[in-house]
T-cell receptor
Framework: GIQVEQSPPDLILQEGANSTLRCNFS?????LQWFHQNPWGQLINLFY???GTKQNGRLSATTVATERYSLLYISSSQTTDSGVYFC??????????????FGTGTLLAVQP | ETGVTQTPRHLVMGMTNKKSLKCEQH?????MYWYKQSAKKPLELMFV???????ENNSVPSRFSPECPNSSHLFLHLHTLQPEDSALYLC????????????FGEGSWLTVV
C-alpha cells in the first residue's frame, strides 16, 4: 500500500515564527488532505489539496503530485496552532472516496 | 466543527461488556466512516459506508461491528473487547465524488479494562 511519511516528527517554535511541514508519499494519489488535531482529539480539516497551492489566512499548502510531496506552511505561528498536523492521502477511483492513509504526524508546540 | 457529533465522548468498559458508539452527521453527506487512532500508530480506516459500497478493513476484528441505518447515522457495536482496543474512535462523513473534503467528529475515547 501507499506509504506516507511526515517530517519533522516534532517541532518547537516561538510565537511569531514560521514553519514548513513536509509530507512524502510513495505512489500516485488523487486525494491529499491536511488536518490539525487539537489537544482534545478533534481533527480539523485544513486543506483538500491533491495538487497546486492553496492559502487560508496564515496557512498555505502546496502539493507537487509529480514529485509525490506536499508542504504545509504556517506563518506567524500562535499558541493555538499547537497540536498534531496530519497528512492523509488516497487513490479514489470509483466507489467510496476518502479511504485515507494517514502519516504519523508532526507534533507542533508553539511557545509564548 | 459541530457537523459530526459522536457519543459518548468517553467510555470505560470491561472485556465482557457490550456497548455501542454512536455518530450522527448534520452535513447532508452520503458517506460515513469509522477511523481508529491508537497511541503511537497512524489513524487507521476501519469501515466505510457510502452509496457505492461498504468497505471493511480486513484487519479489523469481528468484535467490532458497524451499523449504518441511514445516511445520517452510524454505529460501532463493541463486544468482548481487549485492552489493546483502547483508543480514540473517530467518525467522519463526506459527500461522494471527487474533490470532497472529509469532516471528523470529536471522537470517542474508549478504555477497555
Amino acid at each position: 500500500g501507499i506509504q506516507v511519511e511526515q517530517s519533522p516528527p516534532d517541532l518547537i517554535l516561538q510565537e511569531g515564527a514560521n514553519s514548513t511541514l513536509r509530507c512524502n508519499f510513495s505512489d500516485s494519489v488523487n486525494n491529499l488532505q491536511w488536518f490539525h488535531q487539537n489537544p482534545w482529539g478533534q481533527l480539523i480539516n485544513l486543506f483538500y489539496i491533491p495538487s497546486g497551492t492553496k492559502q487560508n489566512g496564515r496557512l498555505s499548502a502546496t502539493t507537487v503530485a509529480t514529485e509525490r510531496y506536499s508542504l504545509l506552511y504556517i506563518s506567524s505561528s500562535q499558541t493555538t496552532d499547537s497540536g498534531v498536523y496530519f497528512c492523509a492521502v488516497a487513490r479514489d477511483y470509483g466507489g467510496a472516496t476518502n479511504k485515507l492513509i494517514f502519516g504519523t504526524g508532526t507534533l507542533l508546540a508553539v511557545q509564548p | 466543527e459541530t457537523g459530526v457529533t459522536q457519543t459518548p465522548r468517553h467510555l470505560v468498559m470491561g472485556m465482557t461488556n457490550k456497548k455501542s458508539l454512536k455518530c450522527e452527521q448534520h452535513l447532508g453527506h452520503n458517506a460515513m466512516y469509522w477511523y481508529k487512532q491508537s497511541a503511537k500508530k497512524p489513524l487507521e480506516l476501519m469501515f466505510v459506508y457510502s452509496l457505492e459500497e461498504r468497505v471493511e478493513n480486513n484487519s479489523v476484528p469481528s468484535r467490532f461491528s458497524p451499523e449504518c441505518p441511514n445516511s445520517s447515522h452510524l454505529f460501532l457495536h463493541l463486544h468482548t473487547l481487549q485492552p489493546e482496543d483502547s483508543a480514540l474512535y473517530l467518525c467522519a462523513s463526506s459527500q461522494e465524488g471527487s474533490g470532497n473534503t472529509i469532516y471528523f467528529g470529536e471522537g470517542s475515547w474508549l478504555t477497555v479494562v
